[in-house]
């Protein structure tokens, strides 16, 4: 625990106009980001007496080690540097709204010759435009089932489309009219794009138009006594209404307007926000946050503000914004979504009326959302605080884990020798932090001995960050970066002159800590005393004695101490060996993905791959010419001359590099005992051998 008096600056040189400031830990990770109208006045608040701080806020500066501050001209420049620089560093004490699922959109691929109107999620593309969100993905589809019967857009993916167009024929959503069939040219590529332009306009909400061209329209067919035109068009309009009724009407103006709403606690916040455009709710979406730092329900409404519209641009950026409490101050963070819209947006707080109706009905939305989440175990942020609180109790720890690593072995019988590792952080995955390891020092089967190797070199990169940056006095053994895996051997370029950066852990480029340089409290082996005492005695052989080790063994859960006789038995109901639980089934989960992408990669492996100035076109051209390998190896130079392509000096290359390769060992079907013939083992023996992985 740091004094915060240990890094105050000095009077004076905290300069009074607006900017961003960072708290960094004694590792140098940014822990907490925040903008302040003046920075001597906000930073002053933090430096008082720890008596007078918010428990949050007393956590967050003890932790810390250091704070910097970059100076901005205006209030709208601080709000979007804030914004930028927590969706890069991820503070652990700074508010994130998270989901637990990626709302579906409703999506019109306009940057196509042909657009096409699907279902969409995560990041927004260019080119695209978009509708929603959904609650569901099939409340998408029933409308635009209705919708096509009107506006026959293309709905296929770019392989059927392809398909159509080479045989000539349409699918069947062009045979029953539920498409244009543009891929046959029954329509050209300009009257396409305009039918995808009226869907859009109708899906916008200008709807009323639409309506009244197709009621004309029937109307000229009755009288000229096209009853059947005329009864097609009716059910045209039914069609149109039906769609239209799945969205009631909310605002009788036709308002364009996303209403806010939070529902909060002591501990945690939900946030729900339903999106009106043209008078209707045309989307709804919920986000819920632990409350990390002190913070009012118009900070609350700030961070969902920049949740809600930090990537967003244009119409994407309703006229008006309803909220419950305006942030404060509340004309920075208007200017900024005037900025990003283009135009003039209202942020506003509806006082009587409709709008303040609706604004009831999304709080009551936030607070059954806020309900159903305290009743799911591991995003509760009391559960996992429990969690860590029982493992450090039962380990004897000085304080609780708050970074926890987790190591696996995986091989299939003494083949393709892998290692996982990954992290959970106040309880919860931080996926961007695992790591992989190949086992290459030595051959066959030895957990034991592999996680030696493998903590060994964790530890040895911990030990080479910390002497570049000064912090550790005597040399380090050399890392062994041979036969790491592909995340582990990109070298991290060597740190320059930061003052802003005394101990010289980030990098000028990143801003972020490098790989292996924050060391973990607890490291979790999955294995029992043997494995334990390999870790143990890595972390010994290289002086690390301050981060503890534990494992937990398969067969009774039980947890194991290095230089103990009898493992520490946790109750089955215990918070903190569920925990250890999903750590441990995590890691193994890693493990065996690897393993297996790794043996894939080495059964599919051919002598052709070594063959100089064979690509992967002709490869496939003696393969699909002579139907296998063995065949291929069989065949002279003149016969693999007769393959288009390929000329007499690459056809001897290949004949010598096959002649110069030992064939493979006849395979084996696992199951029946039956010899193959021919290169490469079948699916079922594949499938034999997942049964003996580890």
């Known amino acids: 625990m740091a004094d915060p008096s240990s890094y105050r600056p000095k009077p004076g040189q905290i300069p009074d106009s607006p900017g961003v400031y960072k708290f960094r830990d004694e590792h140098g990770r940014v822990i907490y980001v925040g903008k302040a109208k003046s920075l001597r006045q906000r930073l002053a608040n933090y430096f008082q007496d720890l008596a007078g701080l918010h428990p949050r806020t007393r956590t967050m500066v003890t932790t810390a080690a250091s704070v910097e501050w970059t100076v901005v001209s205006t209030e709208v420049e601080a709000l979007q540097l804030e914004y930028s620089w927590i969706k890069e560093f991820d503070p652990r004490f700074n508010v994130k709204y998270r989901d637990d699922k990626s709302y579906p959109y409703l999506a019109v691929t306009l940057g ?18 978009y509708f929603g969100p959904y609650a569901h993905a099939w409340a998408i589809r029933e409308t635009v089932d209705l919708l096509l019967r009107v506006f026959p857009v293309r709905t296929c993916s770019a392989g ?32 396409h794009r305009e039918l995808a332009e009226e869907f859009c306009d109708f899906m916008a909400g200008r709807t009323g138009a639409h309506l009244r061209r197709l009621e004309r329209r ?14 097609r068009l009716r059910d045209d309009i039914g069609a149109l209404k039906r769609a239209m009724e799945k969205n009631a009407v909310v605002l009788a103006d036709a308002t364009d307007a996303d209403l806010i709403a939070v529902a909060e606690d002591e501990l945690e916040a939900a946030v729900q926000i339903f999106h009106v455009r043209g008078g209707r709710v045309r989307g709804q979406r919920g986000w819920v946050t632990d409350k990390v730092e ?93 969690a860590l609180e029982e493992i450090a109790q039962a380990l004897d720890l000085d304080a609780v884990p708050l970074r926890i690593e987790c190591f696996d072995i995986s091989h299939l019988q003494g083949e393709d020798v892998v290692a996982s590792m990954v992290v959970f952080e106040d309880g919860l995955a931080r996926k961007s932090e695992y790591r992989r390891f190949q086992i290459k020092s030595f051959a066959g089967q030895d957990d034991v001995r592999s996680m030696h190797e493998v903590i060994g070199r964790r530890f040895r990169r911990y030990l080479q960050e910390k002497q570049k940056s000064g912090e550790w006095g005597e040399e380090p053994a050399a890392a062994e970066t041979a036969g790491t895996a592909p995340a582990e051997q990109a070298a991290d370029p060597a740190p320059t002159a930061d003052p802003t950066d005394p101990a010289g852990h980030l990098t000028d480029e990143e801003g972020r800590p490098k790989r292996f340089a924050y060391p973990p409290q607890l490291v979790v082996v999955d294995g029992g005393a043997p494995q334990v005492a390999a870790a143990r005695r890595a972390m010994d052989e290289l002086g690390i004695d301050d981060v503890a080790v534990c494992g937990l063994a398969k067969r009774l859960e039980e947890v194991w101490l290095p230089g103990e006789d009898d493992p520490v038995v946790l109750p089955r109901s215990s918070e903190g060996l569920y925990l250890l639980q999903r750590v441990r089934d995590e890691a193994h989960r890693f493990a065996i993905a690897y393993q297996r992408n790794k043996r894939g990669k080495r059964l599919k492996a051919s002598p052709l791959d070594a063959v100089p100035g064979l690509g992967e076109t002709r490869r496939q051209a003696l393969l699909t010419h002579f139907g296998s390998l063995k065949k291929l190896r069989a065949a002279t130079v003149d016969e693999i001359c007769q393959v288009p392509g390929v000329g007499r000096k690459t056809a001897e290359t290949v004949a010598a590099a096959l002649s110069a390769a030992a064939p493979p060992a006849p395979a084996v079907n696992t199951a029946t005992g039956e010899i193959i013939e021919d290169d490469g083992a079948p699916p079922a023996a594949l499938s034999a051998e997942r049964g003996q992985e580890r």
Not at 112 to 127: H, L
Not at 219 to 228: F, T
Not at 359 to 379: E, G, Y
Request: with cysteine; proline share 6%.
């Open 218 to 231: 029937m109307q000229e067919a009755a009288e000229e006594m096209e009853y059947e035109r005329a009864a």
């Open 294 to 386: 002190a913070v009012t329900t118009s900070g609350l409404v700030e961070h969902a503000l920049q949740q809600l519209y930090g990537e967003e641009r244009g119409d994407a950026v309703p006229k008006e914004v309803l909220v419950p409490a305006l942030p404060e101050p509340a004309e920075p963070v208007a200017q900024w979504l005037t900025d990003r819209r283009g135009s003039q947006v209202s942020l506003r707080i509806p006082q009587r009326g409709d709008k303040k109706d609706l604004m009831a009905t999304v709080a009551r939305n936030a607070q059954q959302a806020l309900a159903l989440h305290k009743t799911k175990r591991a995003s509760d942020l009391t559960t996992r605080s429990r």
């Open 160 to 191: 059927v489309f392809k398909r159509s167009a080479q045989i000539g024929r349409p699918c069947l959503l062009g045979y029953i009219g539920k498409c244009s069939a543009p891929c046959v040219g029954r329509i050209s590529p300009e009257e």
């Open 112 to 129: 196509e010759e042909f657009p096409r109107v699907q279902v969409m999620r995560g990041a927004k593309k260019k080119g695209v435009r």
